[in-house]
């Protein structure tokens, strides 16, 4: 299995470090014939709308918005989850997505930079707790039929989900690639990409 980590803007090294570490041979991915390469994709936390501008400049947009569509296996952290939002609220003007999940997002949902935290998250299909990182992270508002909420962070006395998987799809609004625990990456390779005989 090759998987590629989308490198143009945002937290592509950590993210690189992570699949490696469980044992996969990931590719940068800036070029279509890149895209064309792999098997399964990571886009990075960052910038959503910068990340989008720049898919959009190397003419990668539509080529991913067309390879999620036909099942490409992806994972996104943070920005990568507003990337794969199919409804996004608090955006900013003209801001696209990829698409691909059945959700409404609220970007910068915690609030600003200032408002950046950690918090210990249950994660369905994952054995103990993780601790997760947010920065100016959004949060869910609505999911869809087929969308399994898989970790939700209580704020003032409702649950808001920030890990949700649709089929191939999976995206959390934290930053796993800032931590050594390397079980999302792990659980993406493992349950979503089903390469489990190749990851270690």
């Not at 996104?76 to 990337?83: E, K, T, V, W």
């Not at 100016?136 to 006395?157: C, D, F, K, Y």
């Amino acid at each position: 299995m090759k998987v590629g980590v989308l490198a143009l803007q945002g937290d592509v090294r950590e993210h690189f470090v992570s699949l490696q570490e469980v044992g996969a041979n990931p590719i940068t991915v800036r070029r279509l014939s890149e895209l064309e390469s792999i098997d399964a994709l990571v886009i990075p936390g960052g910038e959503s709308t910068t990340i989008a501008l720049l898919a959009q400049t190397f003419h990668l947009f539509e080529p991913i918005q067309k390879r999620i569509a036909e099942g490409l296996p992806v994972y996104g952290s943070c920005a990568g989850m507003i990337l794969l939002a199919d409804r996004v609220l608090d955006a900013t003007e003209n801001q696209k997505t990829f698409g691909g999940l059945d959700i409404t997002l609220r970007r910068n949902a915690f609030g600003r930079q200032v408002d950046s935290f950690e918090s210990d998250l249950n994660f369905r299909g994952i054995d103990g707790e993780l601790r997760a990182i947010f920065i100016r992270a959004p949060w869910v508002e609505q999911v869809g039929p087929n969308v399994e909420v898989l970790a939700s962070v209580n704020v003032h006395g409702t649950e808001h989900p920030v890990a949700v998987r649709q089929g191939a799809v999976l995206a959390t609004s934290f930053h796993p690639e800032l931590t050594n625990d390397y079980r999302i990456h792990r659980y993406f390779l493992e349950e979503v990409c089903g390469a489990s005989s190749r990851i270690r």
